[in-house]
DNA sequence: AACATTATGTAATAATATAACATTTAGAAG
DNA sequence: CTTCTAAATGTTATATTATTACATAATGTT
């Protein structure tokens, strides 16, 4: 059971802008977009945008400097990312595959560091851009 | 066999000074320690990462802004990369685990989508960081 | 009510990266 | 060696992404 975060005013105002965006958004598009609502300033932006990473709610795709909202109920922290993102279009979408977020959770090498996170990210062509 | 390619004058520089850094380097680092050899400006510095990351003698360290050389011999081209990053001491390493990258390059889903390339970025403490 | 924690507002600035344009260098082809 | 082309360089300006610093307000706990 995932724990309710209640979000404050601005949290969920810019959730619900990415959430709805259904893919991912920067971070100064998303400062355009809520100025109506009264969020001014970059950095009213990214300090809700770093809370709602670290409750999960949602992920920074880290070669786009861009960010989504968590499409995987079960995904309550930010711990353990996987994405998929189309090199041609940019569509990006995040992977819920359990027997690859067993193998890389589990994964250890000689290094003796122990992983308590990881962040993947695949790149390719999607279907309708490879059908192009 | 690799292919050797003929670095050009501000690439050599730019390498050099990477690869003697042992660890990752941010491009405005890089910047302020090659004005000495003549390079001036922030786009002589990119231009120069941007072709070395295309060859595969340096990698992006997407979740760092920084640039590390490769530190495995194997490793011709940027397409198949996975680093460990500690969380405290910011100690970046390269991991060359034959296992892990046959299983990532030959992973595919339900999506259709076939990847011919990826980032893995592992997060925790280093063994030194983890005794202290 | 008192206190601590979290969130907000605002301005300034730092850090990262690219656009545009002119020129030079290095290879390949004839 | 000359012509052509591709790659690299030099330079200025600017765009994009992110944080510091400081003041205030809202929320939750004891
Ligand atoms: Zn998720
Ligand atoms: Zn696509
Ligand atoms: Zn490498
Ligand atoms: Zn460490």
Chains 1, 2 share one sequence.
Do not use: W
């Not at 100064?28 to 950095?43: D, H, T, W």
């Not at 932006?45 to 968590?70: Q, T």
């Amino acid at each position: 059971m995932q724990k309710e975060h209640n979000l404050s005013k601005n949290q969920k105002i810019i959730f619900d802008l990415i959430d709805k965006s259904g893919g991912p958004m920067k971070a100064y598009s998303i400062l355009f977009n809520v100025q109506k609502k009264g969020i001014k300033a970059p950095l009213q932006v990214y300090r809700a945008l770093d809370k709602l990473v670290e409750i999960g709610k949602i992920h920074k795709i880290e070669s786009r400097n861009a960010f989504i909202a968590c499409q995987n109920s079960s995904c309550q922290i930010s711990k353990a990312t996987a994405f998929s993102i189309c090199e041609s279009c940019e569509n990006v979408s995040e992977i819920s595959n359990s027997k690859l977020s067993k193998y890389l959770s589990n994964f250890s090498d000689e290094s003796g560091m122990k992983y308590s996170k990881y962040n993947l990210e695949f790149f390719g062509l999607c279907k309708k851009c490879k059908s192009k």
